[in-house]
């Protein structure tokens, strides 16, 4: 197995990162605990929560996978675990108030009561991994690291990250806690995927100059590059049919996930995958991980059985070859994803 290190830190971990966001909704304990253990015996260490999950986020559910995954963690050793969580910020409204009331702003009140209340749930006394889920344009930037900063002092997070984030808004993070002499991020995760390639536009640039690591999420597009919605299928269980009927914002991302382009760009991948000897959720994965900047990519299931061809992803490297072919998809269908 190939480890990788996340930016500056001491965090060695596993190409693929085990995402756990459909446990409590999607996923009940007990698959849950099926893919967990399934990613386990593949040799990955690395596994991401937040507590706004499950997905959809909603109040009444908000922190149940963290206390799923807090109770599988106790069946493992927690030292060969790297664990990652989130403090789930303000979200420009698209996420509700979860744990605490009033606004999830990202100040020293807030970031110190989700801390409690994640490392509660998940029965453990430190994180390794503490990442700002969306930023919080509010709050001073100067707050939020010293208070970020107060829970590496305390022993409550080793290192930390941020999530959903600009190039401007990492860069000045880093550069508030370079010059306050306070830990800085060393991770990003965001969006990235064959069907959206946003970062290498400029975040990517400023991950390699400035060490930081990206922890790419949705490398399947949200389910979208298996395939299952072309030819105009509306397959059941599926995230973007149930948002179909879902509110207005689910509604928004289900188009913005489900499209003209992003399929039309998902039928050339599944030629290119099919051509490679390979599926294409497993071409979407490897690619995700064919980066420099790239420490480890988040996938994530809704059954043990859907994980097999992610987990086929540490197996394969992509040649130029392939490299290129999907160049020339995106060269033909530019940012389908907006």
Avoid at 1 to 22: A, H
Avoid at 98 to 120: C, K
Avoid at 198 to 210: G, I, K, Q, S, T
Wanted: some cysteine; overall charge negative.
């Amino acid at each position: 197995m190939e480890f990788r290190y996340i930016g500056k830190s001491g965090l060695r971990v596993t190409p693929i990162c085990m995402g756990t966001m459909s446990f409590g909704t999607w996923s009940d304990k007990s698959e849950a605990f099926r893919i967990l253990d399934k990613a386990f015996d593949r040799g990955i260490n690395f596994y991401d929560t937040a507590e706004i999950y499950p997905v959809p986020p909603t109040a009444e559910l908000a922190g149940l996978t963290e206390e799923i995954f807090g109770k599988w963690i106790k069946t493992r050793p927690r030292d060969g675990l790297i664990i990652a969580t989130k403090v789930a910020g303000a979200a420009s409204g698209w996420f509700v108030p979860p744990i605490r009331q009033g606004l999830t702003a990202i100040d020293r009140h807030h970031i110190e009561r989700a801390i409690e209340g994640s490392l509660r749930r998940l029965g453990i006394d430190y994180v390794d991994l503490y990442q700002v889920h969306w930023p919080d344009t509010v709050v001073p930037i100067e707050e939020s690291m010293e208070a970020l900063d107060r829970l590496v002092q305390a022993g409550k997070v080793r290192y930390l990250g941020t999530s959903n984030e600009t190039s401007y808004g990492l860069t000045k993070g880093n550069t508030v806690a370079h010059y306050e002499g306070l830990a800085r991020f060393e991770s990003i995760q965001n969006n990235f995927s064959l069907l959206n390639r946003r970062f290498l536009d400029e975040l990517a640039e400023v991950c390699r100059r400035e060490k930081v690591s990206l922890l790419p999420y949705s490398p399947i597009g949200g389910g979208v590059l298996s395939g299952k919605y072309n030819d105009g299928a509306n397959p059941a269980n599926a995230r973007f049919s149930d948002y179909q009927n879902a509110d207005s914002r689910q509604q928004a991302m289900a188009k913005r996930f489900v499209n003209e382009g992003t399929l039309a760009s998902t039928a050339r991948y599944m030629e290119i995958a099919q051509e490679a000897g390979m599926s294409a959720v497993t071409l979407a994965t490897a690619w995700s991980m064919n980066f420099d900047f790239v420490a480890s990519t988040i996938i994530g299931a809704r059954t043990a059985e859907q994980l097999d061809d992610s987990l086929a992803a540490l197996d394969v490297k992509l040649d130029d070859a392939i490299m290129e072919a999907c160049d020339a998809v995106h060269q033909q269908y530019l940012y389908p994803m907006g």
